[in-house]
T-cell receptor, first 115, second 112 residues
Framework: GAGVSQSPSNKVTEKGKDVELRCDPI?????LYWYRQSLGQGLEFLIY????????KSGLPSDRFSAERTGGSVSTLTIQRTQQEDSAVYLC?????????????FGPGTRLLVL | GQSLEQPSEVTAVEGAIVQINCTYQ??????LSWYQQHDGGAPTFLSY????GLEETGRFSSFLSRSDSYGYLLLQELQMKDSASYFC?????????????FGTGTKLQVIP
């Protein structure tokens, strides 16, 4: 596709339920990022994939959060037993490097509301 | 750990020039990026500096001084549509792990 896409665009769930967020990066982009942005706040780095590998998971807020990427393309962020504090916009970005300069392209985000 | 500081709000007049500063503390510095985000929208990339100096892209320029752990975004010929939040972000690599840390953002208001 022309850009990074994310689904669903909006998700309302009940506390305690599991949710799965999907990111389709730009074709050919090997790097993929997940961020979280709470209302009126900056972006919080969650995890970075280079290919299918994410060597550092320390940015994930808790062990209820997990992420995977298969085939060097689509990535899913899973939140188990959701809590109200998980409510935020979850943004995915893929990136390309040109002349030692990285450009990240963001998807539109998934707005998650945990009731 | 990593930390970034940037002003929370800046107001400037249409047609003027505005500079948004960013200071950072990090180990394993890789590069400094700037992003624009309009209310309700996703961030869009503006610039990336890995080396000292000024990078110019149209009305926007970005500067980096690694020795001072400091950078800035310069917006010229301000337009009303430039009203948005601007985030600096540091990419670093330590122990083979890469990470991107964003500042809390500077809300720019352009007034007529």
């Amino acid at each position: 596709g022309a850009g990074v896409s994310q689904s669903p665009s909006n998700k309302v769930t009940e506390k305690g339920k599991d949710v799965e967020l999907r990111c389709d990066p730009i074709s050919g982009h090997t790097a993929l990022y997940w961020y979280r942005q709470s209302l009126g706040q900056g972006l919080e780095f969650l995890i970075y994939f280079q290919g299918n590998s994410a060597p550092d998971k320390s940015g994930l807020p808790s062990d209820r959060f997990s992420a995977e990427r298969t085939g060097g393309s689509v990535s899913t962020l899973t939140i188990q037993r959701t809590q109200q504090e998980d409510s935020a916009v979850y943004l995915c970005a893929s990136s390309t490097w040109t002349s030692a300069r990285e450009t990240q392209y963001f998807g539109p985000g998934t707005r998650l509301l945990v009731l | 750990g990593q930390s970034l500081e940037q002003p929370s709000e800046v107001t400037a007049v249409e047609g003027a020039i505005v500079q948004i500063n960013c200071t950072y503390q990090t180990s394993g510095f890789y590069g400094l990026s700037w992003y624009q985000q309009h209310d309700g929208g996703a961030p869009t990339f503006l610039s990336y500096n890995a080396l000292d100096g000024l990078e110019e892209t149209g009305r926007f320029s970005s500067f980096l001084s690694r020795s001072d752990s400091y950078g800035y975004l310069l917006l010229q010929e301000l337009q009303m549509k430039d009203s948005a939040s601007y985030f600096c972000a540091v990419r670093d690599q330590t122990g083979g792990y890469q990470k991107v840390t964003f500042g809390t953002g500077t809300k720019l208001q352009v007034i007529p």
